[in-house]
């Protein structure tokens, strides 16, 4: 059974910046693919950004060239630097890991149905 742990979401204010983590355990599991998504209360899930096991990323038009996804392999750990953030960006973050879908970043931020989530990271970005 595989194991998400997000952190580092917080309030800020428009404009700053702040960086989740995703901790996966255990650490012998490889994921093909991970990602995040936000969900606001009402709306629909949506993908923000996805890296595959080749390394290659993508991320949902409303957050390039502000966010960057990335992951440290040795730690397991899968991060979002987020940069410039918009009050729009205000949500619950989610990490979710593809374990037996082999899935690939391009496809992965149109799918919901993910082998794993994490319980979420609440991001509040205030004027």
């Known amino acids: 059974q595989v194991q998400l742990v997000e952190s580092g979401g917080g309030s800020v204010q428009a404009g700053g910046s702040l960086r989740l983590s995703c901790a996966a355990s255990?650490?012998?599991?490889?994921?093909?693919?991970m990602a995040w998504f936000r969900q606001v209360p009402g709306k629909e899930r949506e993908g923000v950004a996805a890296?595959?096991?080749?390394?290659?990323?993508n991320y949902a038009d409303s957050v390039k060239g502000r966010f960057t996804i990335s992951k440290d392999n040795a730690q397991n750990t899968l991060y979002l630097q987020m940069n410039s953030l918009k009050l729009e960006d205000t949500a619950m973050y989610y990490c979710?890991?593809?374990?037996?879908?082999?899935?690939?970043?391009?496809?992965?931020?149109?799918?919901?149905?993910?082998?794993?989530w994490g319980q979420g990271t609440q991001v509040n970005v205030s004027s």
């Open positions: 979710a890991a593809d374990v037996f879908l082999e899935m690939t970043a391009i496809e992965a931020l149109g799918v919901m149905s993910w082998d794993y």
């Open positions: 255990p650490h012998t599991y490889s994921p093909y693919c």
């Open positions: 890296i595959d096991s080749d390394g290659t990323t």
